[in-house]
């Protein structure tokens, strides 16, 4: 049971936009960055989003991120094919003396 | 560029001990921290815990605590992570990774992972 709720799925059609949950606590995402990751089957994941918003350098802004009190969304435009893939939301949380890191289940995206 | 390279995979008995090594390149490797995050087979990902490279501080996950130690030699740059008392359910995908910024918890470089299975 991860401490970060994320939907198991999302599906869309390509072209469209998706958007991805996390949900946490005020121990966590209430009160700390959040940041997004992408992985493909077999390899490493890949940072999309840090800081709850902002992009590395080289990706897309077809991915954006926001937060909103003890939530968090991912949202992808204009969905391809390479974008299906396993997605993970990350914080810290605070309610160990000296805090973890926690990751949501994951979300697997299908592109119809 | 900057780049994190893990050992080779491991295949180990209930019971025994697995070290994995993880060597940076292209950047300060004192400058940053270096976290463990593991992946079970169809599962998600698990941090395990992190180490600072300036001083060697370190914050374990409390389901590892006692089990696990993470150390590094800042002559070659490189990270470990002992796993103790291995058991079946510690079969995974065991991934180094690096912070984006120094004052940034968000892992931008991974190392390409390395696989341990526990089996009698």
């Known amino acids: 049971q991860s401490v970060l709720t994320q939907p198991p799925s999302v599906s869309a059609a390509p072209g469209q936009k998706v958007t991805i949950s996390c949900s946490g606590s005020?121990?966590?995402?209430?009160?700390?960055?959040v940041s997004w990751y992408q992985q493909l089957p077999g390899t490493a994941p890949k940072l999309l989003i840090y800081?709850?918003?902002k992009r590395p350098s080289g990706i897309p802004d077809r991915f954006s991120g926001s937060k909103s009190g003890t939530s968090a969304t991912l949202g992808i435009t204009g969905l391809q094919t390479g974008d299906e893939a396993d997605y993970y939301c990350?914080?810290?949380?605070?309610?160990?003396?000296?805090?973890?890191?926690?990751f949501g289940g994951g979300t697997k995206l299908t592109v119809l | 560029q900057v780049q994190l390279v893990q050992s080779g995979a491991e295949v180990k008995k209930p019971g025994a001990s697995v070290k994995v090594s993880c060597k940076a390149s292209g950047y300060t490797f004192t400058s940053y921290g270096i976290s463990w995050v593991r992946q079970a087979p169809g599962q998600g990902l698990e941090w395990m815990g992190w180490?600072?490279?300036?001083?060697?501080?370190?914050n374990y996950a409390q389901k590892l605590q006692g089990r696990v130690t993470m150390t590094t030699d800042t002559s070659t740059s490189t990270a470990y992570m002992e796993l103790r008392s291995l058991r079946s359910d510690d079969t995974a995908v065991y991934y180094c990774a690096r912070p984006l910024m120094v004052t940034s918890d968000a892992f931008d470089i991974w190392g390409q992972g390395t696989m341990v299975t526990v089996s009698s």
């Open positions: 005020s121990s966590n995402i209430g009160n700390n960055y």
């Open positions: 990350g914080t810290w949380d605070s309610s160990l003396s000296a805090g973890e890191w926690v």
């Open positions: 180490i600072s490279a300036y001083n060697g501080n370190t």
């Open positions: 800081d709850n918003n």
